[in-house]
């Protein structure tokens, strides 16, 4: 079994910055590919940051510039550093993991979800 959890949402004003987190944990032999998405309400769950399994980075248009993802493998933890958030930015921002089982394969787990909300 795995588990993504995340920390670090909360309230902030236009212009501010917060930090995700997420570390997954579990029988995990190796990730494929780790980041984050978020959903606004009314809108479909969108892509914000994430590693591939190449390690390199994709970023929403949206973000770039302002986002910043980065991560620590030792720890199988994933960070998400947002700086001049706009109130656009409010969501409920999820963690997803693609978790490499070895023999058995790969499968895409979420976390619980953490919601940021920016004030104009």
């Known amino acids: 079994q795995v588990q993504l959890v995340e920390s670090g949402g909360g309230l902030v004003q236009a212009g501010g910055s917060l930090r995700l987190s997420c570390a997954a944990s579990?029988?995990?032999?190796?990730?494929?590919?780790m980041g984050w998405y978020r959903q606004a309400p009314g809108k479909q769950r969108e892509l914000v940051a994430r590693f591939t399994s190449g390690g390199s980075t994709n970023y929403a248009d949206s973000v770039k510039g302002r986002f910043t993802i980065s991560r620590d493998n030792a720890k199988n933890t994933v960070y998400l550093q947002m700086n001049s958030l706009k109130p656009e930015d409010t969501a409920v921002y999820y963690c997803?993991?693609?978790?490499?089982?070895?023999?058995?394969?790969?499968?895409?787990?979420w976390g619980q979800g953490t919601q940021v909300t920016v004030s104009s």
């Open positions: 579990g029988s995990i032999v190796s990730i494929n590919g």
């Open positions: 997803n993991a693609i978790i490499n089982f070895g023999p058995t394969g790969l499968r895409s787990y």
